[in-house]
């Protein structure tokens, strides 16, 4: 089948090159000539595992290619994903102008039926305003689809080729029809594909994301009553995760949620809760938790140091919102950051993978490291962001050597405490008691 990917964000791209590698012809379009002409000779624009080696095996089976041109691409295909920003207004709400602009250009452009399908995370109700935006435009026959996606970054690869299932949202026998026949490898291997009308299914991917932020927010409450009565967290996620009911996944405590989807996605939900004279007051109360868990142990550092951070150094260790991305969208490590500038530190980071779109938005406010252990020298303390594998299992003796003062401030839990009791190090993380 022909498709056309309109956006090649990180939704974009891991959807049009996973629809390539299902042997279907995907036209990617994008207004940004310059990334359009990197993707042409095989630069993958985002950090994804995985993700290059399918690229390039796509492109060069010439199944995936790149165009500026919409026109060009909407005549080759009947199939339309709609892979958009839908960035947060300073309300919350979600800015659907990306989305309604490509859809009025695409009634203009359109000579034949088309499924417009939205793969963008939008509100309840967007599917009919698509509608109407591209029926003002056109008399001619096409249907409008909510097919949300369910991509974790770092796993997006993973996800998208091994989906737990697929929700299409349509009362179009037509469209359902075209919908199942792209999604067909998927359900021939036992992979549910779910229809429904399009509200519920817009409304599932809000759902489905906020209900994890609060899981996510739970345990952290979880985590900092622990501390205070003296359990250990780790404990109570076993216990609790061993129930079949609740699970494993999800229930890991530390320094607060973030990236592209949670934050965004709360915030969405809550907005469109208000416009329905509707309060959704365990997303508001999650939101806030989650925004003061960020940056919780600031204060520790700050009272282990005697209430004075002027001039002391802070080695950070990783700058993406989670590990194996280069996503620093609602970053921990960015709010840790801007508050220990604030309180007179200095701050040498590393993260090899992020630290590029970290100059971006700091440039030379803090210093970057070219390994883990260079971040170290002199440092008076190391602050622990994101759960890279590489910290995992450090060189304690090393550490000891290069830094001014053993003191470590664990964000993700990365140490056993068994480990780090005979290190010589103080070592305070989320949850669990403090080795002093």
């Known amino acids: 089948m022909n498709i056309t990917i309109v956006g090649t964000g990180y939704v974009g791209l891991v959807t049009g090159t996973t629809l390539a590698e299902l042997g279907n012809n995907v036209h990617c379009v994008d207004i940004d000539e310059k990334k359009v002409e990197g993707m042409r000779n095989g630069l993958v624009p985002i950090y994804e595992p995985n993700l290059e080696e399918m690229f390039l095996r796509n492109i060069q089976a010439q199944r995936l290619f790149f165009t500026t041109d919409l026109k060009e691409a909407l005549d080759k295909s009947e199939v339309i994903f709609l892979a958009l920003p839908t960035p947060p207004g300073e309300d919350g709400s979600a800015d659907l102008s990306y989305v309604l602009q490509v859809s009025n250009d695409i009634g203009e452009m359109m000579t034949s039926y088309k499924v417009i399908v939205n793969k963008s995370t939008v509100p309840v109700g967007t599917a009919d305003r698509v509608r109407e935006t591209i029926s003002a435009k056109t008399k001619i026959p096409f249907d409008v689809v909510s097919n949300p996606e369910f991509l974790r970054e770092g796993f997006a690869l993973e996800d998208s080729m091994n989906p737990a299932r697929v929700i299409v949202g349509s009362s179009s026998e037509k469209a359902k029809e075209i919908m199942a026949q792209i999604y067909q490898p998927f359900t021939n291997t036992g992979i549910p594909i779910i229809f429904m009308d399009e509200k519920s299914s817009e409304l599932t991917k809000y759902a489905a994301n906020s209900f994890l932020a609060v899981k996510i927010t739970f345990m952290n409450e979880i985590a900092n009553y622990c501390e205070k009565v003296g359990a250990d967290v780790d404990k109570v996620r076993l216990g609790m995760g061993s129930d079949d009911r609740i699970g ?6 530390g320094i607060g949620y973030g990236g592209s989807c ?8 809550i907005k469109s809760g208000k416009q329905e004279d509707f309060d959704f007051q365990i997303l508001e109360a999650t939101e806030k938790v989650n925004q003061n868990q960020k940056t919780i142990l600031v204060s520790e550092i700050e009272n282990y140091f005697g209430g004075d951070l002027k001039g002391k150094k802070i080695a950070l260790w990783g700058l993406a919102f989670k590990a194996n991305t280069d996503d620093i969208r609602e970053a921990s490590s960015l709010d840790n ?11 040498t980071a590393y993260d090899s993978i992020a630290e590029g779109n970290v100059k971006k938005i700091l440039g030379d406010q803090i210093s970057y490291a070219k390994d883990m252990y260079s971040a170290l020298e002199n440092a008076d303390a190391l602050l622990i962001a994101t759960e890279w594998s590489e910290f995992k299992n450090p060189n304690f003796e090393l550490m000891a050597k290069k830094m001014r003062n053993r003191a470590i401030f664990d964000g993700r839990n990365m140490f056993a405490i068994e480990k780090v009791e005979n290190s010589g190090f103080y070592y305070k993380s989320i949850g669990r008691k403090t080795v002093k």
């Not at 494993?248 to 405590?253: E, G, Q, T, V």
């Not at 950051?337 to 701050?347: S, V, Y």
């Open 337 to 347: 950051i801007k508050m220990l500038l604030e309180k007179g530190t200095e701050i």
């Open 262 to 269: 949670f934050p965004k996605d709360v915030k969405a939900l």
């Open 248 to 253: 494993h996944r999800f229930l890991f405590p």
